[in-house]
């Protein structure tokens, strides 16, 4: 997305297991990323309630045009997804492969689960 005009957006799987979606898009001469969130049948930005005030991003992002593939997905790299698709990041050495696939699999870091860490609220006196 490097070269992409303002408005070029690609829709994604996420990265983080909590979230399906995720979006890059340029907007500002960069290119800016969004998680989109999942709640009672309702698709959002990072925000679990769109009517709630305290809910705002940070920019508002602008998805005017869609980014061709121009490449396809290749059946190798299909296959890696299905593959990885079944079994979590350790499983892929229970395999019978060889070495150098298990490797080709491992690198398809999708299905690496995120760790999320929430941080107790501290008092001060």
């Known amino acids: 997305m490097y070269i992409s ?4 957006f690609l829709l994604r799987d996420s990265a983080q297991e909590e979230h399906l979606f995720s979006v890059s898009f340029r907007k500002y001469g960069r ?9 009672q049948h309702r698709f959002s930005f990072d925000c679990h309630d769109p009517a709630d005030p305290a809910c705002v991003m940070f920019f508002e992002p602008m998805l005017t045009a869609p980014l061709p593939r121009s490449q396809p997905f290749s059946l190798q790299q299909l296959a890696r997804a ?3 698709s079944h079994l979590n990041y350790d499983g892929v ?9 298990r490797a080709y699999l491992k690198e398809y870091h999708y299905r690496q689960r995120v760790r999320v860490r929430t941080l107790e609220p501290h008092h001060y006196h």
């Open 31 to 39: 290119s800016l990323h969004a998680r989109i969130e999942h709640y």
């Open 82 to 84: 299905v593959i990885v």
């Open 93 to 101: 050495d229970q395999l019978p492969l060889p070495g150098r696939l």
């Open 5 to 8: 005009c303002a408005g070029t």
